[in-house]
């Protein structure tokens, strides 16, 4: 079968007057000259068809600079175009799966008609461009037509799973004063119905939103909604039954929708973890976001019309946002409200089998306690549909690589992918046909300019250093909201403290990592938490792949403590699969595998077993904040909406102040 990317390197090559089929030769044009490289992706994807007016010869790039970059200044366009341009085929665009097997579908067909009804009623209550939606909902398909509802019209979107209290998601949601509440009743986990409705209405009331629609259950396969204005007891019944109706009837279309707006006018706004401080809300554009997620999808993963795309995750996070990218190539994507691990470690390989899910993205912990359960998912379930797995959050261990190989599928591409919530994209990763070596991303991405750089700003090959990005993307932030001067976007990602002088400009990422000779890449861990011992800087991920390989632990924290007089602590804290106990022997199994794999360096000076380990809702392990805990720092302020276990830290606490150096 004919993979889109070598299509789409033939035609750049025509274009550039080259030979680009070579990956490396592709990446080293996409990042050396931009306007060409996007000016293809524009017209790969036929843009122009989606757009208000051809792009003709308007400029792809009026500005380099970083930040502040200007793209494709002339353009007009709405991210929903995009995804309704695949609105007159057949079949499934969207599947919702909960926890104990409930099933809705919305077809390709009836998409435009659920997502303007919605629209209309937004536009109703007076929502127009630039005015904010908020949602406080599952990874349902009604989240999905709510976004793409808002997005239409031009307004803003922000997104909260329910996973969090009110109190929490009003932390994030109230900075941007939304208009609308978009909710749901609740939710199914962990075998357990969660009523959501009293936190909802305390959401709303936190926010002060003029308007509330709860989603309601599906009726005779029908999406429903239900608004709570204010006054509550003012309701009206929202069922998009209706809304076809209304729409044949021709009185009741929106005058103009979807609504064309410029290429950065702002789509939704995600936000930062917020462990340590406010969450920063980080603003991205519709055009950005439509090119930079088709060249992810459409070119790296290849995602077309015979595609079904299924990552878990939830509305908290980056990964929910990319995968309702899928539906802009044509893709049917795959929402599912539940846990990953009930009633067994074995649940998303069953959806996956079921809903012949051609790509499939996970975590690593989902992937460990699989293969800590022993599990043999290509045994057990039909997985011939399966072309690809993808992987993101944290490191990828390499004993993962081959686990899915032993027991997925022989020879299944394994993506693992390293970006963020900042770009809402990807860096570096798998890409189609390239081949993977394990515990390593196969390449960095099209259009990502990304080196590892020496203290001094100097390029390293073969060596650890810090990432950096050297050229704009498409997808990265437009500001920060309520940041009017720019200064925290700046300090974030472009302040530097290089020893070089004259080194440009660059974004600065936080990760620490080794680029090869081959281009791929290897992730050590965050460069904020690296592990320092008597000048012998080691990455904390290095460590937790050949930890958590030992099959009695379930998961591990090492951690870096800085002492007076030079002193250095460096304990691993682990918590255990069930039944398992922290013998003499399973410390000397551990300490063995860490000096034989690694060095005696990285030998921890303590073993400990936790009640937990705390990770922010996203899943990151919070090693700077409790680094400074153990220390004994009395300005550590970890907000406990951010965190999955908060309770936790007070144990860490305990721990620092028990130990004696």
Not at 135 to 163: H, K, N, R
Not at 321 to 336: H, K, P, T
Not at 569 to 591: C, K, N, Q, S, Y
Not at 622 to 640: F, K, M, W, Y
Request: proline share 5%; net charge negative.
């Amino acid at each position: 079968m004919t993979r889109r990317i070598d299509v789409f390197a033939k035609d750049v090559g025509a274009r550039a007057g080259r030979d680009l089929t070579d990956y490396a030769d592709l990446w080293e044009y996409s990042v050396t000259d931009l306007s060409g490289f996007w000016r293809a992706v524009w017209d790969f994807f036929d843009l122009d068809a989606i757009a208000a007016e051809p792009l003709g010869d308007g400029p792809v790039l009026a500005d380099a600079s970083m930040p502040g970059a200007s793209w494709f200044p002339t353009v007009r366009l709405n991210y929903v175009d995009a995804v309704l341009a695949h609105a007159d085929r057949d079949g499934v665009a969207i599947v919702g799966v909960t926890e104990d097997g409930r099933r809705t579908e919305v077809e390709w067909t009836d998409l435009p008609v659920s997502v303007e009804a919605v629209a209309r009623t937004l536009a109703d209550r007076g929502v127009g461009r630039g005015d904010v939606v908020a949602a406080y909902m599952p990874d349902i398909p009604e989240t999905v037509i709510a976004f793409l509802a808002t997005a239409s019209l031009g307004a803003i979107w922000s997104g909260c799973g329910q996973d969090y209290a009110p109190e929490g998601a009003a932390g994030r949601l109230a900075q941007l004063e939304p208009t609308v509440l978009f909710s749901s009743s609740g939710y199914r986990f962990n075998g357990k119905d969660v009523d959501k409705r009293a936190d909802s209405t305390e959401l709303a009331r936190l926010l002060g939103v003029d308007t509330h629609i709860v989603v309601g259950e599906p009726v005779d396969g029908a999406l429903t909604w239900e608004e709570v204005s204010t006054p509550l007891d003012q309701r009206e019944g929202l069922d998009q039954r209706d809304g076809l109706d209304q729409r044949e009837g021709g009185d009741r279309r929106l005058a103009e929708w979807p609504v064309k707006v410029p290429f950065d006018h702002p789509l939704w706004v995600l936000f930062s973890s917020g462990t340590t401080g406010r969450p920063k809300g980080i603003v991205h554009g519709h055009g950005g976001i439509v090119v930079e997620h088709l060249k992810e999808i459409g070119l790296h993963s290849g995602l077309g019309t015979d595609s079904v795309f299924f990552w878990h995750t939830a509305l908290s996070w980056m990964m929910w946002n990319f995968q309702a990218a899928g539906l802009l190539a044509g893709a049917r994507i795959v929402c599912y409200s539940g846990s990953p691990l009930y009633p067994d470690a074995d649940r998303l390989w069953q959806i996956v089998a079921d809903e012949h899910v051609t790509c499939f993205g996970t975590s690593p912990g989902q992937l460990q306690a699989s293969r800590k359960a022993g599990l043999v998912p290509g045994r057990d379930h039909d997985l011939s549909a399966l072309d690809t797995v993808g992987s993101t959050g944290s490191t990828l261990a390499a004993d993962l690589f081959t686990w899915i190989d032993d027991n997925v599928k022989r020879g299944l591409p394994v993506n693992s992918v390293s970006g963020g919530t900042d770009i809402c994209s990807a860096f570096a990763g798998g890409s189609q046909g390239l081949p993977v070596v394990a515990g390593e991303l196969t390449v960095r991405h099209l259009g990502a300019a990304l080196e590892s750089w020496s203290p001094q700003g100097r390029p390293l090959i073969g060596e650890v250093g810090e990432m950096v990005i050297t050229e704009p993307m498409p997808s990265m932030p437009l500001r920060f909201w309520a940041d009017p001067d720019g200064q925290k976007y700046r300090s974030a990602y472009f302040a530097h403290d290089w020893d070089r002088n004259d080194a440009p400009v660059v974004w600065r990422h936080g990760d620490w990592v080794t680029l090869t000779d081959r281009g791929s890449m290897t992730i050590h861990g965050r460069s904020d938490a690296t592990l320092n011992r008597n000048g012998i800087r080691m990455g904390s991920a290095d460590i937790y792949e050949v930890v958590e390989a030992v099959d009695d632990v379930a998961e591990a924290f090492v951690l870096g403590v800085d002492g007076d007089d030079g002193k250095y602590w460096m304990p691993l804290f682990v918590t255990l699969v069930p039944g398992a106990e922290l013998t003499d022997d399973l410390v000397g199994r551990i300490v063995a595998q860490v000096k034989t794999r690694l060095s005696a360096r990285h030998v921890p000076d303590e073993v400990i077993r936790a009640p937990g380990i705390p990770h922010t809702r996203t899943g990151k392990k919070l090693e700077v904040p409790v680094t400074a805990i153990l220390a004994g720092r009395s300005d550590v302020n970890v907000d406990p909406r951010s965190v999955d276990d908060y309770a936790l830290i007070d144990w860490y606490i305990e721990q620092g102040r028990a130990h004696r150096w």
